[in-house]
Nanobody
Framework: QLQLVESGGGLVQPGGSLRLSCTVSGFTLDYYAIGWFRQAPGKEREGVACSSNSGDNTNYADSVKGRFTISRDNGKNTVYLQMNSLKPEDTGVYYC???????????????????WGQGTQVTVSS
């Protein structure tokens, strides 16, 4: 059974950093593109970053470029999201998601991802 579990969220002050992890089971990470998404209260879920199956290619939303980095260790079945210079507007529930059908596509549309984790809360506040 395909499963994704996010961890690493928490409360951080503006300007701080967090590293989120997405650990997968039930499938081989090598064949899947992985995306990170976030959802703030009252807002739609938005794509933040995407990694191709190999990790060689990545894509970021304009709002996080230069601050967030997606990476993966396929041997550990884990994908990471390093978040630096955090801002209050980065607050939300962060989700990871898997797309097995288009492993090299870097599109951040949430509709292409069929499997999702339960999310981890990130709060940026002083």
């Amino acid at each position: 059974q395909l499963q994704l579990v996010e961890s690493g969220g928490g409360l951080v002050q503006p300007g701080g950093s967090l590293r989120l992890s997405c650990t997968v089971s039930g499938f081989t990470l090598d064949y899947y593109a992985i995306g990170w998404f976030r959802q703030a209260p009252g807002k739609e879920r938005e794509g933040v970053a995407c990694s191709s199956n190999s990790g060689d290619n990545t894509n970021y939303a304009d709002s996080v470029k230069g601050r967030f980095t997606i990476s993966r260790d396929n041997g550990k079945n884990t994908v990471y999201l390093q978040m630096n210079s955090l801002k209050p507007e980065d607050t939300g529930v962060y989700y990871c998601a898997a797309d097995p059908l288009r492993p090299m596509l870097l599109d951040l549309s949430r509709f292409r991802f069929g499997s999702w984790g339960q999310g981890t809360q990130v709060t940026v506040s002083s």
